[in-house]
């Protein structure tokens, strides 16, 4: 029997092979479109899952209090790991991970005819129990002894194989890290997933962090890039642990920083919540997870809308078969199942169609995302795309199946059905205007995020971004008596303006922020301000406006101090001047010195955040950038001249460099990517709209046809017809865009909050939408519209 209702299915399908194709394809680019979101929502929220005791597995985060509320970060003072061991000896696991950014990796080599081989690298000390809390697999070596001895270092097979060409030999071998410590490679870990928070590359033994043993001990630094983790007992609830902590800081930590406090935060919120922050990429927010799978959703169900729309369309050729089905003896039951068969049909192969586009459109997905997804077998694929196939078939076939098969069987035959023609046309109109408001809410949505885009690119940030590069100085003890010779000969080259040194560039986040005593306050200031180390030239390379006093003179150490508008107001002072002279005592007199200068307010981050109190000070000892301000008609050349400047200078010592703009560029990758989604789903969407109101248009014209050889008898012309077809669905079309308009301002209105600085919402954009969305759908329906026009009036009143 099912065999039976299959085969007629089928044969009815390639006798309208237009009607087919058009259905196919709406659906499969809608269910492409879902099947994309489904495979990049299941890589998102797959992050760090698999490993054993995941589930119980904490960061312990930092939660300071200040006068604007609690400021959390990722960071934990160095001392924190030991303490909760001793305090805490239920806590079986405690370890501590600390990053450091672009580290040089040299392979010794004892051929000194032939040069080493140098690698930059993001690199992590470890220490041993991080490999008990986190299952990274070994390849070779002991995970739990692999890191406990100094200079002992962890590589991944990829590493191994980059430094070692074959990963099976790098055991025992050698490599020197930043020019100084040489380490021995005692473990190999296999290849890390891309779906971890962790881009572990080389994992150093913690018992080899130098040059920062002064805060090993310092209860009162936090650093952002230390992370401290423990794994929980299953009897100690987090709530009670989060309690024992406050006590656990009181003892600790100096009672001047009693507003600093922890907390714990599940691994399995991690990648999501971006106050805190993780390693080496951006969150990826809960609230965009619901964003794009209710797109995915939106688009699904506009693609099924299409289908009702041209299925239903195509019930005036049909009638005279149902008629005849019913007068043969078919009951209402045996008709709706044989319409549901055609939608399987129809379905099944818009599925297997929307894997191919899939497939082809995944390569181009996975360049703008930066991801590894790919389509494979799993059962979670194949329960997706079962559940496609039963809820399309469902929500696509039973409507216009039920149309269908409730005709009159004598009605039907002489194609007179005047109520079931005026109730399906209304229910069409609704489907239409949601398929449309639908779409013209995603055109507002990326209107908005692209104009926000471009206010970030190209806002002004309170100094001048523009043909700056940073170059990485070495750490080596010769860093500090190179410096002036290096800058005097990068002077001297013509198509270099400034030259400036400094720990940060302005929006590098520093890191380095305290609060500090005021004049002769007992009290610290009650705020945090933000340092950036940097001599005296720095405000000329940028371009950074005095508007009072000057800048401090060149000096290896603090000698004075230059602050921005932000803490001038937050100091509570109205005229810049006064602040002038006033001393400002860091870490309890470690650094004092007077205010000199007052900047204009600059953003020391990115548009996202607001700007914050800045001090700028000169403090040799930590400087690490070389900031060079070059002429860009002179680019290519002078960046060849500034590489030979840098090889006689630190030969042994990788050249590399960044634009500024470039940086600036990666602080909002995650929108600009999210921002070319959207697009591509607005045009998905229009696409799929514009498929169901050719359905709509196709089945009116049937409908009216009549109408319209009368109404040409009478003289009406061709452009008359046309806009009598055409008027009903430009007034649809505008109610669907009074429906979208409120939704989407709210949301993007909404969205635009997560910014400091963003755009206003203007009317443009939504005049755009509108004007957009008609002359789409008056190239869609045009067709139509001219041929009913052009049909010979006779010929329309001869049908029956």
């Given at each position: 029997m099912l065999s039976n209702y299959l085969k007629t299915a089928w044969k009815n399908l390639r006798s309208n092979k237009v009607y087919f194709a058009i259905n196919t394809v709406g659906l499969a680019v809608g269910i492409a479109a879902c099947l994309l979101i489904f495979l990049l929502i299941q890589y998102e929220t797959s992050f760090d899952n698999f490993h054993k005791n995941g589930e119980r597995i904490y960061r312990v985060v930092s939660a300071v209090k200040t006068s604007e509320g609690m400021n959390y970060s990722k960071a934990s003072a160095f001392p924190v790991a030991?303490?909760?061991?001793?305090?805490?000896?239920?806590?079986?696991?405690?370890?501590?991970?600390?990053?450091?950014?672009?580290?040089?990796?040299?392979?010794?080599?004892?051929?000194?005819?032939?040069?080493?081989?140098k690698f930059k690298e993001n690199v992590f000390f470890a220490e041993p129990e991080f490999f008990d809390i986190f299952n990274f697999p070994f390849l070779e070596g002991n995970s739990k002894t692999a890191l406990s001895a100094p200079n002992s270092v962890v590589l991944t097979q990829e590493t191994a194989n980059k430094y070692f060409g074959d990963w099976q030999i790098a055991m025992g071998k050698f490599i020197k890290y930043d020019n100084g410590q040489l380490c021995k490679v005692t473990g190999i870990l296999k290849n890390i997933p891309a779906n971890t928070d962790f881009p572990l590359q080389a994992v150093f033994s913690f018992k080899s962090v130098s040059g920062q043993e002064d805060v090993l001990t310092d209860w009162a630094g936090?650093?952002?890039?230390?992370?401290?983790?423990?794994?929980?007992?299953?009897?100690?609830?987090?709530?009670?642990?989060?309690?024992?902590?406050?006590?656990?800081?009181?003892?600790?930590?100096?009672?001047?920083?009693?507003?600093?406090?922890?907390?714990?935060?599940?691994?399995?919120?991690?990648?999501?919540?971006?106050?805190?922050?993780?390693?080496?990429?951006?969150?990826?927010?809960?609230?965009?997870?619901?964003?794009?799978?209710?797109?995915?959703?939106?688009?699904?169900?506009?693609?099924?809308?299409?289908?009702?729309?041209?299925?239903?369309?195509?019930s005036v050729s049909r009638s005279k078969e149902v008629g005849i089905r019913k007068v043969l003896g078919s009951s209402k039951n045996q008709l709706v199942i044989q319409f549901l068969s055609e939608t399987f049909i129809i379905t099944l192969l818009s599925i297997l169609m929307a894997i191919v586009f899939a497939f082809l459109a995944l390569p181009l997905l996975n360049q703008l995302l930066q991801t590894?997804?790919?389509?494979?077998?799993?059962?979670?694929?194949?329960?997706?795309?079962?559940?496609?196939?039963?809820?399309?078939?469902?929500?696509?076939?039973?409507?216009?199946?039920?149309?269908l098969s409730g005709f009159n069987p004598i009605t039907a035959l002489k194609n007179k059905f005047t109520s079931h023609t005026a109730s399906g046309l209304s229910v069409r109109k609704v489907l239409v205007v949601f398929q449309f408001a639908t779409a013209q809410l995603l055109i507002i949505g990326t209107l908005i995020v692209v104009s926000q885009m471009d206010f970030f690119q190209n806002a002004f940030?309170?100094?001048?971004?523009?043909?700056?590069?940073?170059?990485?100085?070495?750490?080596?003890?010769?860093?500090?008596?190179?410096?002036?010779?290096?800058?005097?000969?990068?002077?001297?080259?013509?198509?270099?303006?400034?030259?400036?040194?400094?720990?940060?560039?302005?929006?590098?986040?520093?890191?380095?922020?305290?609060?500090?005593?005021?004049?002769n306050a007992v009290k610290k200031s009650g705020f945090r301000t933000e340092f950036k180390w940097a001599d005296a030239d720095y405000f000329k390379t940028y371009g950074i406006q005095f508007i009072a006093g000057m800048p401090y003179r060149e000096a290896d150490t603090v000698n004075g101090f230059v602050v921005n508008e932000m803490m001038v107001k937050k100091l509570g002072f109205r005229n810049p001047e006064d602040i002038i002279?006033?001393?400002?005592?860091?870490?309890?007199?470690?650094?004092?010195?007077?205010?000199?200068g007052v900047v204009k307010d600059f953003n020391g981050n990115s548009l996202k955040k607001e700007r914050t109190p800045i001090v700028l000070g000169s403090y040799q000892l930590v400087y690490r950038l070389i900031n060079i301000k070059i002429q860009p008609q002179r680019m290519k050349e002078t960046l060849e001249a500034i590489e030979k400047i840098w090889n006689r200078a630190h030969p042994d010592f990788i050249f590399e460099y960044q634009f500024l703009d470039d940086k600036i560029a990666s602080f909002y990758q995650q929108e600009n990517q999210l921002s070319q989604l959207y697009k591509i789903f607005a045009g998905i969407a229009i696409f799929i709209s514009c498929l169901g109101l050719y359905g709509f248009v196709s089945f009116m014209v049937v409908h009216r046809t009549k109408e319209v050889g009368i109404r040409k008898i009478l003289g009406a012309s061709a452009g008359n017809i046309i806009y009598l077809i055409s008027k009903e669905f430009t007034l649809l079309i505008g109610v669907a865009f009074l429906i979208a308009a409120p939704i989407a301002y709210y949301l993007m209105h909404r969205w635009l909050q997560n910014f400091a600085y963003r755009i206003n919402i203007g009317v443009g954009i939504f005049l755009s939408t509108i004007l957009i969305s008609e002359i789409v759908a008056w190239l869609t329906v045009g067709y139509q519209a001219l041929k009913a026009a052009l049909v010979n009036p006779v010929k329309s009143l001869k049908r029956e």
């Open positions: 030991d303490a909760l061991r001793s305090e805490y000896p239920q806590l079986k696991h405690v370890a501590r991970i600390y990053e450091r950014e672009g580290k040089q990796i040299t392979l010794p080599n004892d051929k000194a005819e032939v040069p080493p081989k936090l650093d952002g890039s230390l992370n401290t983790f423990l794994v929980l007992p299953e009897n100690i609830p987090v709530q009670q642990f989060d309690n024992d902590l406050k006590d656990f800081v009181k003892k600790y930590t100096p009672v001047e920083y009693a507003n600093q406090g922890y907390v714990l935060q599940p691994l399995s919120s991690m990648h999501y919540e971006s106050e805190f922050g993780i390693y080496g990429r951006t969150t990826f927010s809960k609230e965009l997870i619901t964003a794009l799978s209710l797109i995915g959703l939106f688009l699904l169900i506009i693609a099924c809308i299409n289908f009702v729309n041209l299925a239903t369309a195509q590894p997804l790919e389509i494979r077998p799993t059962f979670s694929l194949m329960v997706f795309l079962f559940t496609m196939l039963i809820v399309v078939t469902l929500l696509s076939g039973c409507y216009p199946a039920i149309v940030m309170g100094f001048d971004k523009e043909a700056v590069i940073t170059v990485p100085m070495p750490h080596d003890t010769a860093r500090a008596s190179k410096m002036d010779a290096l800058k005097m000969e990068l002077l001297q080259q013509s198509g270099i303006k400034n030259v400036s040194f400094s720990a940060f560039s302005p929006i590098d986040k520093a890191g380095w922020d305290d609060e500090f005593k005021f004049e002279g006033k001393k400002i005592n860091f870490w309890d007199g470690r650094m004092v010195a007077s205010v000199v």
